[in-house]
């Protein structure tokens, strides 16, 4: 699983590019400012990296970005979640930036996200830059790099840490406004009492006012009733003596007339109506009397319900949920006031986070020594030879998310020499060793199938230089490793070597990468080996790094 091809149209100084990459080591050249970078920097633009104008070529619209990947069986899962196309083997990512700065990208062909991109990053591809080594003197980025050789998800953690810290913090203010809560209490208790006394139900507002406009009006009820009724079936003629006149006279001609046949259904229809809605109209009137004292029960009732809304400057339908929402506050307050309560959950929460820090502790103390000695391993090959690495734990005087202890790496150049912390002893070419030999230790441990070094050999030669490529070799054996370097020594351990240059063209400057082997390999190696035009020294030297 790796990357299959990348195809640039106007990326910075490339006209147009489409690469096919395969497995093992390969490695990028060239002369300097021909842009040797300008693949991982197009790379890391399609897993979602920040792009604006500039990364269009001059006199372009716009910039386009296609990466092919094999398709992890890992991020099928979050393909299907996320709406992406995954019946593939392959997963292409593509991104476009226009002269505004303006970006779209996709994914398998659907419209993606930035962030959706940048989320399949690290399944990808592992990038170590050529400043790999400024994170060593960082605790953070020290911190991560052993938490990532250890293993530890720090999530569990982090959550711990964040129930504690709420629940320390809920604890400080209780202390703090302990007179204040208790008025508050009391003040809630009071409003409480009063409401409970109407005891207001959901809904009983517009029902209380229903049934009050009904007894308010109940005589003109009876009244409308009774001369509907009167109309529809008991006056003389009413309308259903007209409607059954009617139907009889259509009813006795309708073997004459078939256009009869509509009316006829119609008044069968009202005739049928007028003797429901008579039925209806019955029922109502047995139904509805005048009650003078139900309507002074909801007369005071409403009043009551009036009363409490004006005093507490709400519309009498929200006072169910007022009384509900007071309730809550009430509770939440009481708690707040329970002192015993808080201490407990406070000690309780410390508990769980203390166990998570002495978990990570654990694992931490476990990891130390093993990258100490995997990366003291590495420098001896490295031109350090006696040179020691350790990664020391200290303890912290508060506890934070990530556990009770910070990390420092600590170096010896050489034999005798006590290990101190990295930025303070190491030189600048130093440095570039150490982090390259933390890059090729973590990078084993990695999921990414494609690593990416970008000059992380600046700061090193000769002999060591030799070693630096045969690390990225052994790497590739296993993963697909990609390398941008100016060692021939370096370049020459590579499985495939490709060439970036500048040419002249149209009165534009373009930068091309193209495969190279055989004599136009060696002749590449012979440049970087600082030989002149053709040197037959530097050819014969270039043939022997190949054959090495």
Request: glycine fraction near 8%; charged fraction near 25%.
């Amino acid at each position: 699983m790796s990357l299959r091809r990348i195809v640039l149209r106007d990326f910075v100084i490339v006209r147009s590019l489409d690469l096919d990459f395969g497995q093992g080591f390969c490695v990028l050249t060239g002369e300097t400012g021909a842009g040797k970078s300008i693949l991982i920097d197009a790379l890391q633009l399609a897993l979602g990296g920040r792009g604006d104008s500039g990364v269009v070529r001059d006199g372009a619209t716009r910039c386009e970005i296609a990466a092919e990947f094999d398709r992890p069986a890992t991020l099928q899962t979050w393909l299907q979640e996320q709406g992406f196309d995954d019946s593939d083997d392959a997963l292409l990512l593509r991104r476009t930036v226009d002269s505004e700065g303006r970006s779209r990208a996709w994914i398998n062909g659907s419209p993606a996200t930035l962030t959706q991109l940048r989320a399949l990053a690290d399944g990808l591809v592992d990038i170590h830059g050529q400043h790999a080594w400024q994170s060593l003197t960082r605790n953070d980025a020290v911190r991560a790099l052993l938490d990532a050789y250890a293993g530890i998800d720090l999530r569990q953690a982090r959550e711990a840490w964040s129930r504690w810290r709420q629940a320390r913090k809920a604890l400080d203010d209780a202390r703090e406004r302990q007179n204040q809560l208790r008025q508050e209490s009391e003040r809630l208790s009071w409003q409480i009492g009063e409401l409970d006394k109407l005891a207001p139900a959901d809904g009983e507002w517009e029902e209380l006012n229903t049934q009050h406009a009904r007894l308010a009006n109940a005589q003109s009820l009876i009244d409308a009733a009774q001369l509907a009724v009167e109309a529809l079936d008991e006056s003389e003629p009413s309308a259903s003596v007209l409607l059954h006149r009617a139907l009889q006279a259509l009813q006795a001609q309708a073997h004459l007339e078939p256009r009869f046949a509509p009316a006829i259904d119609a008044l069968e229809a009202a005739q049928a109506q007028i003797e429901d809605a008579v039925h209806g109209l019955h029922q109502c009137l047995s139904h509805t009397e005048l009650d003078p004292q139900g309507l002074q029960v909801l007369d005071e009732r409403l009043g009551q319900w009036v009363s409490l809304a004006r005093r507490y400057r709400r519309p009498p339908q929200e006072l169910a949920s007022l009384l509900s929402q007071w309730k809550q506050e009430l509770s939440a307050v009481d708690h707040a006031l329970d002192l015993g309560a808080l201490e407990t959950g406070e000690r309780k929460a410390w508990q769980v986070f203390e166990r998570e820090c002495q978990t990570l502790t654990r694992h931490r103390r476990q990891a130390a020594p093993r990258l100490s000695s995997a990366v003291t391993d590495i420098m001896q090959t490295l031109g350090m030879q006696g040179g020691r690495f350790e990664v020391a734990l200290q303890s912290l005087s508060e506890p934070q998310a990530h556990g009770m202890e910070q990390v420092e790496f600590l170096v010896a150049g050489h034999a005798g020499v006590t290990p101190r912390p990295v930025g303070k002893v190491a030189s600048g070419g130093e440095l570039s060793r150490i982090a390259l030999a933390i890059s090729v230790v973590t990078s084993r441990l990695g999921q990414a199938p494609t690593l990416i070094f970008d000059e992380v050999d600046s700061g090193v030669g000769g002999a060591v230089a030799h070693t630096v490529g045969q690390l990225l070799r052994q790497l590739g054996a296993d993963r697909q490793v990609l390398a941008v370097t100016h060692l021939p020594q370096v370049a020459a351990c590579a499985d495939r070597h490709l060439l970036v240059r500048k040419r002249q063209a149209e009165g534009s400057t373009f930068s091309e990468v193209m495969p190279i082997q055989a004599d136009a390999r060696v002749a590449e190696l012979a440049r970087m080996l600082g030989g002149g035009e053709g040197s037959e020294a530097s050819l014969a030297h270039a043939r022997e790094l190949l054959t090495t």
